[in-house]
């Protein structure tokens, strides 16, 4: 495939998505909407873990810390476009901090480090009640306004965060392409080599963890007026473990890894509803299968095509 | 005329392992100097404590006249010194060519600043002329990971020379080298060595390479220098031939 007839494929895809919710009903715009949301937290997930190699189960963390802050910003009467670069400003400050445990431990330590600091917010959610109002939440979060305009039906404040998503993946896929993509990749392949040919490795780390938590708090900020109402629940541990599960389930280092990995993890579910009470148990299943013959990721299956083809 | 690089009473144990005790050696700038010793001798030990890879238990390093002792291997690639690894180091999922660009692109100008740079961070061109001298250009487009061991390793060599440095410390260029691309290795050297006056320090195994490149040579046996001077007189002394052959 020429690069052209890529791009058109691309650009088809994104407009088709834009124009898709538009046959659905108001419950199935919701689910897109939240897809997309997931699509913006994965992709700051996979620089950290796909391209850097940093393992993060803090994800969720960072997304509730953009979903609050938004929160509290809309309520205080603040713009939604100042609180979304508010939002995304601490989790990079946040990230920052968290990427300095990434510095001395790898692996299994840095997992349950960057596990603990979750756990660390998650309980700051639920206690610190005259700022996150505890267990009871914060409700009635307002919609955006565009040009006057209140995003109020769900179609409307879909295509703004489709349209976030878009720009958000422009980013990032600019980011990726510059220098500093290959300074992250080296980072991961083999950090030792990659300091004696003079990389930073030190604020390659951090920046990796500092950029990863900034998408998430841009995906937390659309979060908020998505649902209207949020409490500590949906930033547990459970939902970084989901999140990484995106990112490894569509092609871990891999740009549109987490597109398709949001599907495994948000609509699949939606899909395996049929089955009642069984589609843990199935969910449950077809991750195992899917993690014992495509380690690599859904991204990963026209490699593996080529290869056996090439084989042949 | 001061040393390029200076080694005083360099020192590094290993709990009771003694792996260097007390080297003092120096290189002048353009020099090619070669390092040989019995398998567990230190050398590789030795490269890692000057570079900062290992912390050194004592003793002193300088370059250029200012003390690097103990510096990180990060600030010494930044001085202009040079490293290939004994055993295989590329960015395994990266291709060849991008592994020789990231090799290079952290050398000049800002970090802040190559976040805006061309993708190829200006090296391209460069990165090209090494696969061709290198002659890897069948294999350029191929993750590093995926090519055999000797393809990785002058793939590893080829990376230490992209910054231009000004010293390269190789440890065994040979190690799995093909015997036709070792003599065309050596000229490659030697030719960097003539046309950049980039110095080299070699330990390697292969004699015919050490004779044919190096001007002078240390042997190490236990973490010491056993002897030192000109290849052959290095070769035909009596205590290296002990070393390699006794106990
Ligand atoms: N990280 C380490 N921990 C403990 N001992 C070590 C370590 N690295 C090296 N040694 C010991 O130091 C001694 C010197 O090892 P070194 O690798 O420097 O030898 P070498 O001369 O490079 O050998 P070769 O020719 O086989 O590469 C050996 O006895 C080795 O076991
Ligand atoms: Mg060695």
């Given amino acids: ?312 | 005329m001061t040393a390029l690089l200076n080694v005083r009473d360099m020192r590094k144990d290993y709990g009771a392992i003694r792996a260097v005790d007390g080297v003092s050696f120096s290189v002048d700038a353009g020099e090619i100097l070669g390092v040989i010793g019995p398998n567990g001798s230190g050398k590789t030990t030795l490269f890692n404590a000057i570079l900062g890879q290992v912390t050194p238990s004592a003793g002193a390093v300088t370059f250029e006249g200012q003390s690097v002792t103990g510096i990180k291997p990060l600030h010494l690639a930044r001085l202009g010194i040079g490293r290939t690894f004994q055993t295989l180091q590329v960015f395994g999922q990266l291709s060849v060519r991008d592994n020789l660009i990231a090799a290079g692109q952290e050398f000049g100008g800002s970090t802040w600043r190559r976040l805006f740079a061309a993708p190829d961070a200006g090296l391209g061109a460069r990165a090209d002329d090494m696969i061709a001298l290198f002659r890897i250009g069948h294999v350029a487009h191929l993750p590093a990971g995926s090519l055999s061991y000797g393809q990785q390793k002058l793939v590893d060599i080829a990376m230490a020379f992209m910054s231009r440095p000004r010293l390269v410390l190789l440890d065994e260029p040979c190690a799995g080298v093909n015997p036709a691309l070792i003599d065309q290795l050596t000229d490659l050297l030697r030719q960097v060595n003539q046309q950049t006056g980039a110095t080299f320090i070699v330990i390697e195994h292969n004699m015919d390479f050490v004779m044919n490149l190096c001007a002078r040579v240390i042997c190490m046996a236990q973490g010491r220098i056993l002897a030192e001077g000109a290849p052959a007189s290095v070769q035909a002394n009596p205590a290296v031939l002990e070393a390699y052959l006794g106990s």
């Fill in chain 1, 1 to 312: 495939m020429t690069r052209l007839w890529q791009a058109a494929l691309l650009l088809f895809a994104l407009v088709a998505i834009y124009l898709l919710p538009g046959t659905l009903k108001n419950y199935g715009v919701y689910i897109v909407t939240l897809w997309s949301v997931y699509v913006i937290a994965g992709m700051g997930l996979n620089l950290t873990v796909g391209y850097a190699g940093q393992i993060s189960l803090g994800q969720a963390a960072f997304w509730g810390i953009g979903a609050y802050t938004t929160a509290i910003a809309l309520k205080a009467g603040l713009p939604f476009f100042a609180a979304l670069p508010l939002s995304a400003a601490l989790c990079f400050g946040v990230g920052l901090l968290l990427g300095f445990p990434a510095l001395r431990v790898q692996h299994h330590y840095l997992a349950f480090a960057t596990l603990g600091f979750n756990v660390l917010v998650f309980l700051a959610f639920r206690n610190e009640d005259w700022l996150t109002g505890g267990t009871f939440g914060i409700n009635n979060i307002p919609r955006p306004i565009l040009f006057g305009w209140r995003l109020r039906a769900p179609l409307d404040f879909f295509h703004l965060t489709w349209i976030a998503t878009v720009v958000m993946g422009a980013l990032m896929a600019l980011l990726l392409r510059s220098p500093w993509g290959r300074a992250f990749a080296a980072l991961r392949d083999n950090p030792i080599r990659a300091e004696s040919v003079g990389i930073d490795t030190t604020f390659y780390t951090l920046l990796a963890f500092a950029i990863g938590a900034a998408y998430a708090g841009v995906a937390g900020a659309f979060f908020a007026p998505l649902v209207g109402f949020i409490e500590p629940a949906p930033f547990a541990v459970t939902t970084s473990l989901s999140m990484l599960l995106m990112v490894i389930a569509g092609g871990s280092g891999r740009l549109f890894g987490p597109a398709i990995g949001a599907i495994v993890v948000v609509l699949l579910p939606e899909w395996l509803r049929f089955a009642a009470e069984w589609y843990l148990a199935i969910f449950g299943v077809l991750i195992v299968v899917m993690m014992v013959w495509l380690p690599g990721g859904l991204l990963s299956i026209p490699d593996r095509l080529r290869a056996a083809r090439v084989l042949k």
